[in-house]
């Protein structure tokens, strides 16, 4: 028996239409997200366990606290010395695994002065929930 | 036939994507942007869409099984219910 398929047709369009804008919008913001300012400072992210430790480019450490300067943009360098964790700033979304034997980058800036938490948000072993750091944002 | 074009969607994705991918990150460096915000909001135009789309199957199954009753008054018996097969 004939019939009209238009409808399916425009119900297909739709679909790929709406596909179309999905992967568009988020390849778009994955791209301005991850597109890092030239004057970035490096900062570089250690995961072991069961604590955090960084390094500034100017050669200073730090070991469980981390100050950085308001509206300043940072990329940090992250990587781990024993098993997978993952480093997270809740506020300011950022979170990326550290590997062994690897570094991931991302960038960030904090555009809030304040104290904020850091924590590892892959399971690393007996002390995971309390491999933590604070973020101390300075307006300066 | 069907070989080749499989093998033209593979080759297109090994090299277009990272061509792409590729002339995108050649750009100048960054901008500051406020990265909660970005993320966020794509998270929000995502799940707009996400409902959207729901509510529109959702509405149409609701439609078609209140239009197909068989005791909406239109409702037409189908060809096999006319033939006494059924």
């Known amino acids: 028996m ?7 047709w425009i119900y297909v369009a739709v679909v790929v239409a709406l596909l179309c804008y999905v992967g568009a919008e ?5 791209n301005l997200v991850e597109h890092v300012p030239e004057d970035a400072e490096v900062i570089k992210v250690t995961g ?5 430790s960084f390094e500034h480019e100017d050669g200073t ?29 809740h506020e300011y979304v950022v979170l990326l695994d550290a590997v ?36 101390i944002v300075e307006d300066v | 036939m069907s070989k080749v074009f499989h093998l033209s969607i593979i080759i297109a994705t090994l090299t277009i994507i990272p061509m792409v991918s590729l002339a995108f990150a050649a750009e ?12 966020w909001n794509l998270f929000f135009r995502m799940m ?18 209140w239009r197909f009753r068989e005791s909406n008054p239109k409702a037409k018996p189908t060809p096999y219910e ?3 097969e059924l």
Not at chain 1, 26 to 30: K, P, T, V, Y
Not at chain 1, 48 to 52: C, E, K, L, P, T
Not at chain 1, 111 to 134: K, P, S, T, V
Not at chain 2, 28 to 39: F, P, Q, S, V
Request: charge should be negative; charged fraction near 20%.
């Open chain 1, 2 to 8: 004939g019939h009209s398929n238009w409808p399916e």
């Open chain 1, 26 to 30: 988020a390849w778009n913001i994955e």
């Open chain 1, 48 to 52: 072991q366990q069961w604590f955090w």
């Open chain 1, 61 to 89: 450490k730090e070991i469980g606290e981390l100050h950085l300067k308001k509206d300043h943009a940072y990329k940090f360098e992250i990587t781990s010395k024993d098993v997978n964790h993952n480093f997270n700033i």
């Open chain 1, 100 to 135: 062994p034997g690897q570094i991931n980058t991302v960038w960030f800036s904090p555009n809030e002065a304040g104290e904020f938490d850091i924590q590892c948000r892959e399971y690393c072993g007996l002390i995971h929930y309390n491999m933590r750091a604070l973020l």
């Open chain 2, 28 to 39: 100048t460096a960054g901008e500051y942007l406020d990265r909660k915000a970005e993320i």
């Open chain 2, 48 to 65: 707009t869409v996400a409902f959207v789309v729901g509510g529109v199957i959702a509405g149409t199954m609701v439609w078609q099984v």
């Open chain 2, 82 to 84: 006319e033939k006494g």
